[in-house]
């Protein structure tokens, strides 16, 4: 059930991916730290305007043809993400022909079962057929301790370019020295995963994805072109100029 708030409300969009959120911690879905990250982001989001800004629009391109060109496409999902966005990852899937995988930093037996078993439903209720890997993880990452190392030899593992939501620092730089393609997104321009990401792309996640499943079909840019520092300082000078201009705007 979506959330009963009225769309013309200014604040709609942040109350709905609220609401989300709310529903996935009743069923079990997500960490006890999850609405502490999502505080985070959200005031990130704030001060870049809650838009897709430029520097990220390109990024997101380029990141979507990376994903395009990839001979094993995979895209990771953690509680958040699949609360913020689980329809729209999994359109994206379907339209790259890629599976996606559940794979969470604060893993339990519990959480894993809510988590599968609400993809479950929304690939049927979407019509959609994508494999929806993880619970079955017979590999790990190297260099990494813990539950969190754990997944599946035949997706993240064998993967050559991986796109991971709100991801943690030290798997992301674990996934880049194996020598993957790690596409961060991250409202955080200053976060580990946003500094050791191959593409980051510092948008909101629901957002994003929507703006890959409209780009789909365009001609999308080079990861050549993408230059990694410029990017997150584009997403920095966005949030300082944005203040500048909300000053100019009060005077
Ligand atoms: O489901 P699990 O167990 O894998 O846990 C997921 C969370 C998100 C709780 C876990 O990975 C975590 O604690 O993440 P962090 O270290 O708080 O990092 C989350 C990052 O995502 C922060 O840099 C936030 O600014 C950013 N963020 C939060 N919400 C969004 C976001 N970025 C994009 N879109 C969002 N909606």
């Known amino acids: ?42 005031a990130y ?7 897709t800004i430029l520097s990220a629009d390109f990024a997101t391109k380029v990141a979507l043809r990376c994903l395009k060109d990839a001979t094993h496409p995979i895209l990771s999902l953690n509680g958040n993400v699949v609360a913020l966005a689980g329809d729209e990852m999994l359109r994206l899937a379907h339209l790259l022909d890629c599976p996606v995988e ?9 959480r894993m079962t809510a988590l599968l078993s609400d993809l479950n439903e929304r690939n049927d209720r979407l019509g959609l057929n994508v494999e929806i890997l993880g619970a079955n993880p017979d590999g790990e990452i190297p260099g990494l301790k813990g539950p969190r190392a754990k997944c599946e030899t035949r997706g993240i593992l064998q993967s050559d370019v991986l796109l991971v939501p709100l991801e943690d620092g030290d798997r992301c730089q674990a996934l880049v020295a194996m020598g993957k393609t790690v596409i961060v997104i991250d409202l955080n321009p200053l976060s580990r995963s946003s500094q050791t990401g191959t593409i980051t792309i510092v948008d909101e996640v629901s957002r994003c994805i929507a703006n890959m499943i409209d780009s789909v079909n365009l001609d999308l840019p080079r990861q050549s072109d993408y230059i990694h520092e410029e990017i997150l300082q584009a997403a920095l000078d966005s949030i300082v100029g944005g203040m500048k201009d909300r000053f100019k705007t009060a005077e």
């Open 102 to 110: 559940v794979n969470i930093f604060y893993r339990t037996p519990e």
């Open 45 to 51: 989001d704030y001060l870049l305007g809650e838009k």
């Open 1 to 42: 059930m979506e959330h009963a708030a009225d769309p013309s409300h200014p604040r709609y969009r942040s109350l709905l991916m609220r609401h989300r959120l709310e529903v996935a911690a009743e069923k079990g879905m997500l960490a006890d730290s999850a609405l502490i990250a999502h505080g985070r982001g959200e």
